[in-house]
């Protein structure tokens, strides 16, 4: 099933799913990297899939990337 994504639903993911914020204001499709606001004040950048699907939903701070594992 191929759920379609709006900003307003991503948003409201990002609200509820994370500490994180959500600060692009346009959604252009999974490939597009959003801005995010981290709990601890940093921002990010991430594609919505890796956000939602990786579980990478803080910033490389407060969660570093793994990397060969
Ligand atoms: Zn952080």
Redesign the pocket.
């Known amino acids: 099933m191929n759920k379609r994504w709006t900003i307003e639903k991503i948003n409201d993911f990002v609200e509820k799913n994370s500490d994180s914020k959500l600060l692009s204001t346009e959604y252009h499709g999974f490939s597009q990297k959003l801005e995010f606001e ?3 004040g ?1 921002k990010f950048e991430k594609t919505f899939t890796k956000f939602k699907n990786k579980n990478q939903r ?2 490389d ?2 969660q570093p990337p793994k990397e060969s594992r």
């Open positions: 981290c709990a601890c940093n803080k910033c701070v407060c």
